[in-house]
């Protein structure tokens, strides 16, 4: 990296200009002897001097330096890319190695180690120096100490008024300083001289190295991972901020308050580009925004997180913590304070497609998000009581989770040196440290730091040191052995296979409870389906008993009709034939012989 000191300084405060010339060597005093100070000049008399009688031996010795072996291995990296080229951009690469081989330079070059290769190809086919001639040999196990952890250091809020740490973030080379933040998160409830400054402290000597002089108090503060004299903050009112140490304790660059966000800035986070001055923030008024530090005054862009993707900012859910992994450079995750998981895309064409999906298993704000460091499909989510592990192929439900404890945890994050451990931060202020390879159902390591509350965390890029941040602004240093710091034998094997059996076996579980849910509504589909045709049944007997109904009293009126219609017009009497008069005279005469037999 190159380091590059500007200073910045009238001429007139350089003083008088020296010009600097050849010349003779001149004598400016010349002091002679005081003869009467020889007078006061005693002589010593007697002298005693000391002899050694015996002939005067010398010893010569050669001490040499102990020789002392050790084996080391050799690991080859693919390096030496330019910092505007992205090794992990495939097109960025291939478009640099073609200006690089048309250069002649480079032929040239080819050639000469070429020969060179060669020769040492030809030397090592005739005696393989790399041959490996204790590769049989068993290994020794190693001991396995208790897990511990030391406290190193601890600073402490220098103002009267104490503050919360509420984001930490170590230095990128050398590590020995260390950025904290401090902030009151009571809502309108800071006191009135509250201060503002956030403090860079230098561990070696214990101090305070610089003082950040925010408008607002800084509730985030990272430092650029490539330039390390660059810190970005997030304020209270919203704003983002930006410094550069070598300027002093001055904010260098402010976002306008008019483009910034609404809510209080909750999380912030670098992202890998060409240039190194691209940041990501969020806010619980539901925006994401993007932000380039050289034109910071509005943002590149916003993402307003609403799930139905209707870009609505009032549906939008509040975001609280950020996460970008380099080596997936399109995706970024959102944990938001209803407890959902938001994973987004940032190529998409559209804001809409932004969203891509979502994982919801927290009932409170997720305070903390992060991606394994070894396997970036599986991240860990730190909210309400527990923390959860999850996995991009299983969306519906976390693969591993902690108990529930009673204490409200703050804060989590992974191990960089081992993937099976994780720590987290509680209310009551202790420390866990959960190792999934040695326990799973209880922390590895339970450590008290502190009476009060423990608000943030983060992890050294060696995995020694842990610093921790307090609700009254105590930051402390702890030191984990050498155990939880150093990879174990096959732990990476071992940590990915428990992963990958426990997305299997949320796979199979969500298969099961998607098939039991079909069949229930199958069930009551079916029931539905029996209660219409019973109504259908009730509803058609109704129908038919009305229709008869309908058709009687369609007969009886026109019965009635026809009744009236008789009695209101006169019968004609037609002249009867004699055999029909003759029958009729039988049938009255024997009407009255039946009369007279019943009489009598």
């Given at each position: 990296?190159?380091?590059?000191?500007?200073?910045?300084?009238?001429?007139?405060?350089?003083?008088?200009?020296?010009?600097?010339?050849?010349?003779?060597?001149?004598?400016?005093?010349?002091?002679?002897?005081?003869?009467?100070?020889?007078?006061?000049?005693?002589?010593?008399?007697?002298?005693?001097?000391?002899?050694?009688?015996?002939?005067?031996?010398?010893?010569?010795?050669?001490?040499?330096?102990?020789?002392?072996?050790?084996?080391?291995?050799?690991?080859?990296?693919?390096?030496?890319?330019?910092?505007?080229?992205?090794?992990?951009?495939?097109?960025?690469?291939?478009?640099?190695?073609?200006?690089?081989?048309?250069?002649?330079?480079?032929?040239?070059?080819?050639?000469?180690?070429?020969?060179?290769?060669?020769?040492?190809?030809?030397?090592?086919?005739?005696?393989?120096?790399?041959?490996?001639?204790?590769?049989?040999?068993?290994?020794?196990?190693?001991?396995?100490?208790?897990?511990?952890?030391?406290?190193?250091?601890?600073?402490?809020?220098?103002?009267?008024?104490?503050?919360?740490?509420?984001?930490?973030?170590?230095?990128?080379?050398?590590?020995?300083?260390?950025?904290?933040?401090?902030?009151?998160?009571?809502?309108?409830?800071?006191?009135?001289?509250?201060?503002?400054?956030?403090?860079?402290?230098?561990?070696?000597?214990?101090?305070?190295?610089?003082?950040?002089?925010?408008?607002?108090?800084?509730?985030?503060?990272?430092?650029?991972?490539?330039?390390?004299?660059?810190?970005?903050?997030?304020?209270?009112?919203?704003?983002?901020?930006?410094?550069?140490?070598?300027?002093?304790?001055?904010?260098?660059?402010?976002?306008?308050?008019?483009?910034?966000?609404?809510?209080?800035?909750?999380?912030?986070?670098?992202?890998?580009?060409?240039?190194?001055?691209?940041?990501?923030?969020?806010?619980?008024?539901?925006?994401?925004?993007?932000?380039?530090?050289?034109?910071?005054?509005?943002?590149?862009?916003?993402?307003?997180?609403?799930?139905?993707?209707?870009?609505?900012?009032?549906?939008?859910?509040?975001?609280?913590?950020?996460?970008?992994?380099?080596?997936?450079?399109?995706?970024?995750?959102?944990?938001?304070?209803?407890?959902?998981?938001?994973?987004?895309?940032?190529?998409?064409?559209?804001?809409?497609?932004?969203?891509?999906?979502?994982?919801?298993?927290?009932?409170?704000?997720?305070?903390?998000?992060?991606?394994?460091?070894?396997?970036?499909?599986?991240?860990?989510?730190?909210?309400?009581?527990?923390?959860?592990?999850?996995?991009?192929?299983?969306?519906?439900?976390?693969?591993?989770?902690?108990?529930?404890?009673?204490?409200y945890l703050t804060d989590g994050a992974w191990s960089p040196v081992r993937p099976a451990v994780f720590f987290t931060t509680k209310m009551d202020g202790t420390l866990d440290i959960w190792d999934f390879v040695f326990k799973q159902c209880d922390p590895a390591?339970?450590?008290?730091?502190?009476?009060?509350?423990?608000?943030?965390?983060?992890?050294?890029?060696?995995?020694?040191?842990?610093?921790?941040?307090?609700?009254?602004?105590?930051?402390?240093?702890?030191?984990?052995?050498?155990?939880?710091?150093?990879?174990?034998?096959?732990?990476?094997?071992?940590?990915?296979?428990?992963?990958?059996?426990?997305?299997?076996?949320?796979?199979?579980?969500?298969?099961?409870?998607?098939?039991?849910?079909?069949?229930?509504?199958?069930?009551?589909?079916?029931?539905?389906?029996?209660?219409?045709?019973?109504?259908?049944?009730?509803?058609?007997?109704?129908?038919?008993?009305?229709?008869?109904?309908?058709?009687?009293?369609?007969?009886?009126?026109?019965?009635?009709?026809?009744?009236?219609?008789?009695?209101?017009?006169?019968?004609?009497?037609?002249?009867?034939?004699?055999?029909?008069?003759?029958?009729?005279?039988?049938?009255?005469?024997?009407?009255?012989?039946?009369?007279?037999?019943?009489?009598?």
């Open positions: 990296m190159e380091i590059v000191y500007v200073y910045v300084k009238k001429r007139s405060e350089f003083g008088k200009q020296c010009n600097f010339v050849d010349r003779q060597a001149e004598l400016n005093i010349d002091i002679p002897p005081n003869p009467e100070l020889a007078e006061l000049f005693v002589e010593r008399n007697p002298v005693d001097k000391g002899i050694q009688c015996s002939t005067s031996m010398s010893e010569h010795e050669a001490n040499t330096e102990r020789f002392e072996m050790e084996t080391r291995g050799v690991n080859h990296v693919e390096g030496g890319w330019p910092k505007d080229v992205n090794p992990q951009e495939l097109e960025q690469t291939i478009r640099f190695r073609k200006k690089v081989e048309k250069d002649e330079n480079y032929v040239n070059a080819i050639m000469q180690l070429g020969l060179i290769m060669e020769h040492c190809i030809k030397q090592n086919n005739a005696i393989d120096i790399y041959e490996e001639y204790f590769d049989d040999g068993e290994e020794v196990e190693v001991t396995e100490e208790a897990p511990s952890a030391k406290t190193i250091n601890i600073f402490r809020d220098p103002q009267e008024i104490k503050r919360s740490a509420t984001h930490l973030s170590w230095h990128p080379d050398g590590h020995r300083k260390l950025a904290v933040a401090y902030s009151c998160l009571n809502f309108q409830r800071a006191p009135v001289d509250m201060s503002n400054d956030s403090y860079i402290w230098d561990l070696e000597n214990s101090k305070a190295e610089l003082a950040l002089k925010p408008s607002s108090p800084l509730i985030t503060l990272e430092y650029n991972p490539k330039d390390s004299h660059i810190l970005l903050g997030g304020c209270y009112n919203g704003q983002i901020a930006c410094w550069d140490t070598r300027k002093g304790s001055l904010v260098a660059e402010l976002s306008a308050i008019e483009f910034s966000h609404r809510d209080p800035v909750y999380s912030t986070i670098w992202l890998q580009s060409k240039t190194g001055t691209e940041c990501f923030s969020a806010s619980t008024d539901g925006q994401v925004m993007w932000w380039d530090i050289r034109k910071i005054s509005e943002p590149t862009e916003v993402v307003i997180m609403d799930i139905s993707k209707k870009e609505q900012l009032e549906n939008a859910l509040g975001a609280i913590s950020l996460e970008f992994e380099s080596t997936l450079p399109t995706k970024f995750m959102v944990g938001t304070e209803q407890g959902i998981v938001i994973s987004c895309n940032r190529k998409a064409k559209t804001s809409a497609e932004k969203i891509v999906c979502t994982f919801s298993g927290h009932h409170g704000p997720i305070y903390a998000l992060q991606r394994n460091p070894f396997y970036p499909k599986n991240f860990l989510t730190v909210g309400d009581w527990t923390a959860r592990i999850w996995s991009e192929d299983s969306r519906e439900s976390s693969i591993m989770w902690t108990k529930y404890h009673m204490a390591l339970s450590l008290k730091v502190c009476d009060e509350a423990l608000f943030c965390l983060r992890v050294q890029d060696n995995g020694c040191l842990i610093a921790c941040g307090s609700q009254l602004g105590t930051t402390t240093l702890l030191e984990v052995s050498h155990g939880l710091s150093t990879l174990q034998k096959n732990e990476k094997n071992i940590a990915s296979s428990m992963f990958e059996r426990e997305t299997r076996r949320e796979k199979i579980l969500e298969a099961r409870h998607r098939e039991m849910r079909l069949k229930e509504k199958g069930r009551a589909e079916g029931r539905d389906d029996d209660q219409r045709d019973e109504e259908l049944a009730a509803d058609l007997q109704a129908l038919v008993s009305k229709a008869e109904e309908e058709f009687f009293d369609i007969i009886f009126s026109e019965l009635k009709k026809t009744e009236a219609d008789a009695t209101k017009k006169p019968v004609p009497q037609q002249p009867s034939s004699e055999e029909d008069q003759e029958a009729e005279g039988e049938n009255v005469v024997e009407k009255e012989r039946s009369e007279e037999e019943t009489s009598a």
